[in-house]
């Protein structure tokens, strides 16, 4: 739905999904395979032509940091406006990101608002453009989708149809004995 929200209320021309190998400012953070990740991302959104998927990350593997997949596209698409898509809740820590202030030289920033969050840039960042994006506000976030799927409760319309049945399949973030 937030690709969804950006894609429409920006106008892009594409928008690609690119899933981390391992997000830097999150190190503990349990998560399912590169493999099973990128599965359930193509099983979400395969039938959407409005988006594409990158393993670009994946396939570079260890700590993805954004400024190397803003390289990436940008010598792919050299004479693109760039944007790259954040919740909200990330704004007060882009300062703490791998060479900032060539990221936002390569790049633009959308940024989605998540409920009960507070969102404020860090001001001491030259450069930086932001550009807000009003869309469904939904209080959810990765880390309550797995709890769900520990605790047997439901996904559904919380994640695509497509995407529960893979989950369900493959037993992830279940809790083994």
Not at 35 to 46: D, G, P, Q, S, T
Not at 48 to 68: A, K, N, P
Not at 94 to 112: A, K, R
Not at 140 to 145: D, F, G, Y
Request: charged share 25%; aromatic share 10%; with cysteine.
């Amino acid at each position: 739905m937030a690709a969804q929200d950006a894609y429409e209320q920006h106008k892009l021309d594409r928008l690609i999904l690119v899933p981390a190998a391992q997000a830097p400012l999150k190190p503990h953070e349990v998560q399912s395979s590169s493999e099973a990740r990128l599965a359930m991302l193509r099983a979400a959104v395969e039938w959407d032509r409005r988006f594409e998927i990158s393993d670009v990350e994946l396939r570079r593997g260890g700590v993805s940091y954004t400024i190397d997949s803003a390289r990436y596209f940008r010598a792919l698409y050299p004479h693109d406006e760039l944007y790259w898509i954040i919740g909200g809740d990330q704004l007060p820590k882009l300062h703490l990101w791998q060479n900032i202030n060539e990221l936002v030289g390569l790049m633009e920033f959308i940024f989605l608002e998540r409920p009960g969050i507070q969102v404020r840039a860090h001001p001491e960042i030259p450069g930086l453009c932001l550009h807000r994006c009003d869309g469904h506000l939904l209080a959810i976030n990765s880390t309550e989708l797995r709890e769900r799927t520990r605790l047997g409760l439901a996904l559904d319309y919380f994640v695509p149809h497509k995407a529960i049945v893979y989950i369900k399949e493959k037993g992830l973030y279940r809790v083994t004995s």
